[in-house]
């Protein structure tokens, strides 16, 4: 079992940054993937990015076009930990910002993620 516990968010102005970290802990060998996902009122959960996790060497991320050279994920290994550098905030980004992690496929898609963490409001205001 793997227990996800997300942190970081708050408001903030558009044009502004927020960072979310996201710490793995318990059965973390088993993972492929660890993503993100956000869910704004009366919307669907999203995919927003994830990065492959098994290579001990170069991190591979995937990024939804909607957040495409404004969003960065990144890991620390020896922590356990994932991290969601977000630049350039719109409005459009006020969300519930969730931690997933899969074991198989590591598609931006909310199925394939098995374990969640419990959400970290980010709010972008105009």
């Known amino acids: 079992q793997v227990r996800l516990v997300e942190s970081g968010g708050g408001s903030v102005q558009a044009g502004g940054s927020l960072t979310l970290s996201c710490a793995a802990s318990g059965y973390t060998s088993s993972m492929t993937c660890m993503g993100w996902f956000r869910q704004a009122p009366g919307k669907e959960r999203e995919g927003v990015a994830t990065g492959y996790i098994l290579t001990a060497g170069a991190f591979f991320t995937y990024y939804a076009d909607s957040v495409k050279g404004r969003f960065t994920v990144s890991r620390d290994r020896v922590k356990n930990t994932v991290y969601l550098q977000m630049n350039s905030l719109e409005p459009e980004d006020t969300a519930m910002y969730y931690c997933?992690?899969?074991?198989?496929?590591?598609?931006?898609?909310?199925?394939?993620?098995?374990?969640w963490g419990q959400g970290t409001q980010v709010t972008v205001s105009s």
């Open positions: 997933a992690a899969s074991f198989q496929s590591c598609a931006l898609e909310p199925a394939e993620y098995k374990s």
